[in-house]
C-alpha cells in the first residue's frame, strides 16, 4: 500500500512539473509594450481610428452624426458614408485581424506621416504567442 502512494505521489508531481510551464505562459497576448503593441478590444480600435481621422482634420462625428466632412472622405474613399466606413472598420476589417475570434487584436501606432495618415496603424491578431 505504502509503494502505491508513493507511486502515485510521484505521479501528480510530474504533473506538476509538466504543467508549470503551460500555467505560467499567457494564452493571448501582445508583445511587449515596450513594442509599441497594445491589446484593444473592437472599440478601442474604432476609437483610435476616430482619433487618428481627426489628426488629419476630418472630424468624424458632428453631434450624434457623422459630420459633413467624414461622409465626403469616406465617399471619395468608395464607401457610401460614414456609417459604411465604420461598419466595415468594426466587422469587416476587425474581422480579418482577429484571427481567432477572441474579441482582441494587438495595435500599433505609426508614425503620421504623408504615406501614413493618422487613422492607419498596425495591427495583428493577439494569439502571436499565444
Ligand atoms: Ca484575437
Known amino acids: ?27 493571448f497576448a ?3 509594450a515596450a513594442s509599441g503593441q497594445l491589446r484593444v478590444d473592437v472599440d478601442e480600435w474604432w476609437d483610435r481610428s476616430v482619433t487618428g481621422w481627426a489628426e488629419e482634420g476630418i472630424p468624424v462625428y458632428d453631434g450624434s452624426d457623422y459630420s459633413v466632412e467624414f461622409d465626403a472622405w ?35 501606432n505609426l508614425p503620421n506621416t504623408a504615406g501614413t495618415p493618422g487613422f ?10 499565444g
Do not use: H
Not at 500500500?1 to 494564452?27: C, E, F, Q, S
Not at 457610401?80 to 500599433?108: H, L, P, S, T
Not at 495591427?123 to 504567442?129: F, I, P
Open 1 to 27: 500500500m505504502k509503494r502505491l502512494a508513493l507511486a502515485a505521489a510521484a505521479v501528480l508531481m510530474l504533473i506538476a512539473v509538466v504543467a508549470a510551464p503551460v500555467a505560467a505562459r499567457t494564452p
Open 30 to 32: 501582445c508583445p511587449a
Open 74 to 108: 469616406a465617399q471619395s474613399v468608395g464607401f457610401a458614408d460614414g456609417a459604411a466606413i465604420e461598419d466595415f472598420v468594426r466587422n469587416a476589417q476587425w474581422d480579418e485581424i482577429d484571427k481567432n475570434d477572441n474579441g482582441f487584436v494587438c495595435m500599433k
Open 120 to 129: 492607419i496603424f498596425g495591427g495583428t491578431d493577439d494569439n502571436a504567442r
